[in-house]
């Protein structure tokens, strides 16, 4: 079946404005988290969601970052007066959100930001 | 706090030697610990978790508690194992914490 996707694969934007960017999780995941890459780094813990429950947003660098996510389908990561030192590659994972074994993380394949 | 270290950024071996990422982490609960692998133009993808004890592949990974490592082994690399390899630690609430990765390259 179809694997996690995201869009767009890559966004240049000038510095100060918003970017949205869109995941859609594998079908049937409850659980969807956004991960941020930036150049020669680890990937960085954002936002996790699970099912209904409220998110986990204790990665978010600051009030700027924000994400929504439609019961359990598309979610969105929203930047705000974008800075440059939030170029980087921002990943979204999905899995089945299961909490009584280690749940195995599908990723998708990334959006490049680029903010000049 | 939850850490994990993967010291180095790169790492070349020739074609048929063994193989040995290096993985440390920090946690004071019970860990669950995975290795992620990108091969070249691909995405993120899962390669093995501890709790599984599985080979895949070819890699295996000890979780060594007293060490608090998790390090990655394969006997006899291969060329198509050239890629970018990331020690990931989940705590309780499925977060994931990645080490900073390292970038295999095999020598032919």
């Known amino acids: 079946g179809a694997g996690v996707s995201q869009s767009p694969s890559n966004k240049v934007t000038e510095k100060g404005k918003d970017v949205e960017l869109r995941c859609d999780p594998i079908s049937g995941h409850t659980a969807l988290y956004w991960y941020r890459q930036r150049l020669g780094q680890g990937l960085e813990f954002l936002i996790y969601f699970q099912g209904n429950s409220a998110p986990d947003k204790s990665g978010l660098p600051s009030d700027r970052f924000s994400a929504e996510r439609t019961g359990e389908s598309v979610s969105t990561l929203t930047i705000q007066r974008t800075q440059q030192e939030d170029s980087a590659v921002y990943l979204c994972a999905s899995s089945p959100g299961r909490t009584s074994v280690p749940d195995t993380q599908y990723f998708g394949p990334g959006t490049r930001l680029t903010v000049l | 706090a939850q850490r994990v270290t993967q010291p180095e950024k790169l790492l070349s071996v020739f074609k048929g030697a063994p193989v040995e990422l290096k993985c440390n982490y920090s946690y004071s609960g019970s860990p669950e610990l995975f290795w992620y692998v990108q091969y070249s133009r691909q995405r993120l993808q899962l390669l093995l978790r501890?709790?599984s004890r599985e080979s895949i592949k070819g890699f295996t990974a000890d979780l060594n508690k007293g060490e608090t490592s998790f390090h990655l082994k394969k006997p006899f690399a291969q060329e198509e194992d050239s890629a970018m390899y990331y020690c990931?630690?989940?705590?309780?609430?499925?977060?994931?914490?990645f080490g900073t990765g390292t970038r295999l390259t095999v020598i032919p």
């Open positions: 501890h709790i």
């Open positions: 990931a630690l989940q705590t309780g609430a499925n977060n994931l914490f």
